[in-house]
């Protein structure tokens, strides 16, 4: 069966009404942290598992680096709901660890470049790729756009590899 898809107005729609309820309302230390979070939970997992096991992360005060780091067992029990729980639970304690030595300053550089109108988004987006624990291209993305940056599309690798291999002018990292 060939069936065309095609995207409606009202597709659009939807997507920006979940864009701006996903969006950081407030960007402090604190909300792109559980950005971080969220990322890195969103990687291979249905949306809905995803919310619950991040919700209930939040529910257990489990959304910054020292109880994170102080409460494994609760971590890995909420974790373990899902999908590749050994990699995401790895990677949030890494993260935990990482935020603490870089003291969130690739936070404050989000913060600032926001207040600054957005100019350095990519630049932005490859560090956080290239620094961040468990947080590829892709997820990096996908927190720039939870910071309410625009003209970043969360989209995976392979996806890009197709754009490029079909002449568009894509950018594709080694």
């Known amino acids: 069966m060939n069936k065309k ?20 309302k407030s960007l402090t230390l604190e909300n792109i942290f559980r950005g971080f979070i969220y990322v890195i939970l969103s990687s291979t997992e249905r949306y809905d598992k995803q919310l619950r096991v991040y919700e209930e992360l939040l529910e257990n005060n489990l959304d910054n680096s020292i109880n994170i780091l102080a409460n494994p067992m609760l971590l890995e029990s909420i974790v373990g709901k899902a999908r590749f729980p050994n990699a995401k639970i790895r990677h949030i304690k890494k993260l935990a660890k990482w935020a603490l030595d870089d003291d969130y300053d690739l936070t404050r550089k989000i913060i600032k470049d926001f207040t600054d109108g957005k100019i350095r988004e990519f630049e932005i987006r ?22 309410g940056y625009e003209y970043l599309v969360p989209v995976d690798i392979w996806m890009l590899r197709f754009l490029k291999d079909a002449s568009y002018e894509v950018e594709v990292s080694n």
């Open 5 to 24: 898809l095609k995207l409606t107005e009202n597709d659009f729609k939807i997507g920006m009404e979940i864009w701006e309820k996903e969006k950081i």
């Open 126 to 147: 490859d560090e956080i790729a290239d620094e961040v624990p468990g947080v590829g291209r892709k997820c990096a993305s996908l927190l720039m756009s939870k910071c």
